[in-house]
Structures are given as structure tokens and as C-alpha cells.
Nanobody, 124 residues
Framework: QLVESGGGLVQAGASLRLSCAVS????????VGWFRQAPGKEREFVAA????????DYADSVRGRFAISKDNSNNTVYLQLNSLKPDDTAVYYC???????????????????WGQGTQVTVSS
């Protein structure tokens, strides 16, 4: 089970930290990704972190502003959102790949478990 939290309504330029609490699987073995979906748009890749916590990957639109990290001790993955823009408004989802020692992927189909999402709204 994956449960996201930390979303909210903020002004442009503000920061948020999203959390993804995972239960049932130890994230130390699996890659986790963040995706987002804006109204009327398809779900898109945002960021991912490999099972080691080392290799990370970011969409071009967020690289340099967002940072993904994880804490294996409390089985939680984080997404730090800085310098938020109105275009970042979306429901943000975390997802986990069920293959052990999995690396990052930008493809939603390669993630087997998903959270319910948390809304991020950025006003101009």
C-alpha cells in the first residue's frame, strides 16, 4: 500500500514536500517513482529513484527544482518541490516497481503499485 501526503494550495515560487509512505514492501529493494496528472492531460513521469537510492531520474520540466529521496528506515519516499509554477498543478502519485533491485523507469506501465494521489495546486 502506498499513501501520499503533503499536497496543498501554494503560490508560485513556494515549496512543498510530498511523502509516500509504503507498507507491505521494504523500499530498500525496489524503485519508486512519482507521476502527476493535470486535468485533461495524461499522466506524466516526474521523478524516480532506484532501489539503491543512488541513481535518480527527473523529467526535464522539473529537473533542478524537484528532488526525490527515500528513507529506508521509515519506508518513505519524498519528493521535494521547489520554485513551484502554476504548470506544476496536478494530482501527484507515487508508484512502486515490484521487481527487486529495480532501476528507475519513466514508463507508468512498469510500476505495479500506486497510491491514491495528493493534490498540488499552484496559484499565480
Amino acid at each position: 500500500q502506498l499513501v501520499e501526503s503533503g499536497g496543498g494550495l501554494v503560490q508560485a515560487g513556494a515549496s512543498l514536500r510530498l511523502s509516500c509512505a509504503v507498507s507491505g514492501r521494504a523500499i530498500g529493494w525496489y524503485a519508486v517513482g512519482w507521476f502527476r496528472q493535470a486535468p485533461g492531460k495524461e499522466r506524466e513521469f516526474v521523478a524516480a529513484i532506484s532501489w539503491t537510492g543512488g541513481p535518480t531520474d527527473y523529467a526535464d520540466s522539473v529537473r533542478g527544482r524537484f528532488a526525490i529521496s527515500k528513507d529506508n528506515s521509515n519506508n518513505t519516499v519524498y519528493l521535494q518541490l521547489n520554485s513551484l509554477k502554476p504548470d506544476d498543478t496536478a494530482v501527484y502519485y507515487c508508484a512502486l516497481r515490484s521487481t527487486r533491485w529495480s532501476t528507475t523507469s519513466r514508463r507508468a506501465l512498469e510500476y505495479d503499485f500506486w497510491g491514491q494521489g495528493t493534490q498540488v495546486t499552484v496559484s499565480s
